[in-house]
């Protein structure tokens, strides 16, 4: 039979084990955190207007009036720019993708225009003219989208406008994410598009740091959930399924960004329940990826012309290229070319739109 002191002594082992094991838990998990924490952020920088521009920028056009206006997201004031003032058939709400801007969409907002319609395009937080030290994540796309769609609602002008919805990846969650909290909206169009945040960051981290990024998921999860709050949790399904709008989904089989069978939106049918839900997939060669499919294929040949040129430059002055080659190179681009659009595409979307007046 033991004595009292040994098994004192014993639980005091025990004891001092658990402690022990609870405190590397908690250093491995604020660790881990930490860790999780760095990849986020990094992930999610600040995006400025780029020095030099090969796409159409607002000094490439004539005769396209802007009004430039401002509203709040959260603690920062974003830009937006309203095109097409004179028309009144309805307004066409841009949502950009995230690295972009508004700009990134000019040739897309000058396409609306010309076919009669009112267009508001923005800077969503941590991008070009908006303030925001970052981009901050996923859900903050969605979150811009509702406060620009307020800014609107609070409009005497813009909001007497049928409301219709056009974003790309970033901007193509945030379309349909919004619909669950804006019934005034009569269309929206989502391209290359993601369902859900979280889905979203395993996929990429899985391409960054492999499967282990699923050892990471509790701690992404609480990241994302303290940066959004419940915000964080919302999908695009669920927010297609919620309204009366029409629903345009359209993704690329060979998208890398955001893949096809993976965490689009598209790859989510079986659980859409909105009868009003047109699909569209894009397998055509050339123009079945992330960006590329909307743009024309003469658009698309001319690029690749113009990258090799670029790639030549980087090469010659090892990564360091001159500000004056940068000027000459940037200089000798047709950025009217380059930002060409798919039109078979755009006019789909705007029949679409058209139909749902």
Not at 17 to 36: H, I, K, R
Not at 90 to 115: K, M, N, P
Not at 314 to 333: C, H, M, N, T
Request: hydrophobic share 40%; glycine share 8%.
């Amino acid at each position: 039979m033991e004595s009292r002191t040994v098994v004192k002594s014993k639980k005091g082992v025990l004891i001092r084990f658990v402690l022990w094991l609870l405190g590397t838990l908690l250093v491995l998990g604020v660790l881990a955190m930490l860790g999780v924490k760095y990849l986020y952020d990094s992930q999610f920088p600040r995006f400025d207007v780029p020095e030099y521009s090969g796409y159409l920028t607002y000094d490439d056009l004539a005769g396209y009036k802007r009004e430039i206006v401002t509203f709040q997201s959260g603690t920062n004031t974003l830009t937006g720019y309203i095109y097409g003032q004179e028309h009144s058939k309805g307004l066409v709400v841009i949502a950009h993708g995230l690295g972009g801007g508004a700009e990134s969409y000019l040739a897309e907002a000058v396409f609306f225009v010309d076919r009669g319609w009112r267009v508001f395009s923005f800077d969503c937080t941590g991008s070009y003219a908006s303030e925001g030290r970052s981009t901050r994540g996923l859900p903050q796309s969605a979150l811009d989208l509702e406060a620009a769609l307020t800014f609107i609602a609070n409009d005497p002008e813009l909001s007497r406008l049928p409301v219709m919805l056009f974003g790309h990846s970033w901007g193509g969650y945030a379309v349909t994410a919004v619909l669950q909290e804006n019934s005034d909206v009569r269309a929206a169009v989502s391209i290359a598009g993601f369902n859900s945040p979280i889905a979203m960051l395993l996929e990429q981290g899985k391409h960054l740091i492999g499967s282990s990024i699923y050892l990471a998921y509790p701690f992404a999860w609480a990241y994302q959930t303290i940066l959004f709050g419940e915000v964080a949790n919302r999908t695009a399904v669920s927010g297609i399924n919620s309204t009366d709008a029409a629903v345009m989904i359209i993704h690329g089989t060979e998208d890398a960004s955001i893949l096809y069978d993976g965490s689009s939106i598209i790859a989510q049918r079986e659980n859409i329940t909105n009868p009003k839900v047109t699909y569209k997939t894009m397998a055509e060669p050339k123009r079945n990826g992330h960006n590329n499919l909307l743009y024309s294929i003469e658009a698309l040949e001319y690029v690749t012309e113009k990258n090799k040129l670029y790639r030549a430059l980087y090469e010659q002055y090892e990564g360091s290229i001159p500000d004056e080659v940068k000027r000459e190179y940037y200089a000798g681009v047709d950025r009217r070319k380059t930002s060409e659009l798919n039109l078979e595409l755009m006019e789909e979307i705007n029949s679409f739109f058209e139909e749902n007046l």
